[in-house]
């Protein structure tokens, strides 16, 4: 935002005396103000205020129709932060007027006859004060837009950096990076439906990627085994809830922060018989009971090396036969309320082999 010079400067002169108006010109244009509003009437000056944005006000009080105090009312009224200065000129020297003047938003007063010396030095002032107060406010502006776009940037940043967490777990699994973009989709329409707020609801889409990334430090001999794992096995490919838990306890923003609730808790089941701490109910934070949904759902529903897609109207079912056991029973009932948006999802994001 540029500031214009001194001289540039809008000035709005308001006296309902025509010929006031014309000596108040004259004296200005001779100082070199020629960006001038000579006003007569004040029922216009709000829609002339409006429209110009003056730097300064040099107004009359004692006029028909509104007088000067009503005037700075209306003007008041507009809460405009960058609100110029007003001058009042006043045939009234008494201190009551003055006070008055003042507490109505005047800056300074002009008691009438005024000389050419005292009027030009209010104005400059004036002018002088209010620039600069509209320069430091354009640089407070830009500043602020540099620091929020700095701002923007490293939380993208950081976003790429959590998905490419994500992902590289997820390549560990012989899984594709679309299982993370379809089930983070499916957990942020389910939080959506319960009543999470647009902001949560995104944190929830950018910190569910990492749900398994615990897997990083499962063994390939257990992690990628085609068949079934024996008993000991099952117990180590269990920790990777714990270990994606530990992966993300030192980041303290409220992403990572949902990140490390959603890794631990994620395969906690309804009726407390999931891992790793056995929680039921409501007892498991409900970010892991949405993922627990959106992660098993898209798994059946997806193929793998070792197992063909299950088809997703079967996958859906499986969700409604074990609501109320792994599933909280709510989130399930989301969860079918919007299948047709699930199933777009679904359908929009399929594996290449799939489509």
């Not at 006031?20 to 205020?49: A, F, M, T």
């Not at 269990?238 to 395969?267: F, M, N, P, Q």
């Amino acid at each position: 935002m540029s500031i214009q010079p001194d001289n540039q400067a809008c000035i709005f002169v308001i006296d309902n005396e025509p010929a006031n108006l014309k000596l108040l010109h004259k004296i200005l244009v001779n100082q070199g103000y020629s960006n001038l509003v000579l006003i007569q009437d004040p029922r216009e000056v709000l829609d002339r205020y409006i429209e110009l944005r003056p730097d300064l006000i040099l107004l009359d009080i004692n006029m028909p129709h509104l007088d000067g105090y009503q005037v700075m009312e209306k003007l008041k009224a507009l809460e405009d932060p960058m609100l110029p200065p007003i001058i009042m000129l006043t045939a009234q020297s008494g201190q009551d007027y003055m006070l008055k003047a003042l507490a109505a938003g005047a800056r300074d007063f002009v008691v009438k006859p005024f000389t050419r010396i005292e009027l030009i030095m209010r104005v400059r002032n004036l002018l002088d004060a209010h620039l600069a107060h509209r320069l430091v406010h354009a640089q407070k502006a830009t500043l602020e837009r540099m620091v929020q776009h700095r701002t923007d940037a490293l939380y993208q940043a950081r976003i790429q950096v959590v998905h490419c967490l994500g992902r590289a777990a997820e390549y560990r699994d012989n899984e594709t990076g679309l299982h993370i973009v379809r089930m983070s989709l499916y957990s942020a329409l389910l939080a959506k439906s319960l009543g999470w707020t647009d902001s949560d609801c995104e944190l929830l889409l950018h910190a569910s990627p990492m749900h398994d990334v615990g897997k990083i430090g499962i063994p390939d001999a257990i992690l990628l085994k085609p068949g079934k794992l024996e008993p000991d096995e099952w117990e180590v490919m269990k920790t990777h809830a714990a270990i994606g838990a530990e992966i993300l306890e030192h980041g303290d923003s409220e992403l990572l922060c949902l990140a490390r609730v959603i890794a631990l808790s994620h395969h906690e089941k309804w009726d407390g018989s999931g891992y790793p701490n056995g929680l039921a109910g409501n007892a498991i934070p409900q970010a892991g009971r949405i993922v627990a949904v959106a992660d098993v759902f898209d798994a059946l529903a997806s193929s793998r090396p070792y197992k063909k897609a299950w088809p997703v109207e079967e996958a859906a079912a499986y969700i409604g036969a074990n609501a109320g056991k792994h599933f909280d029973p709510i989130v399930a009932e989301h969860f079918y309320t919007n299948w047709a948006a699930i199933l777009d999802i679904h359908n929009s994001h399929m594996e290449p082999q799939e489509r």
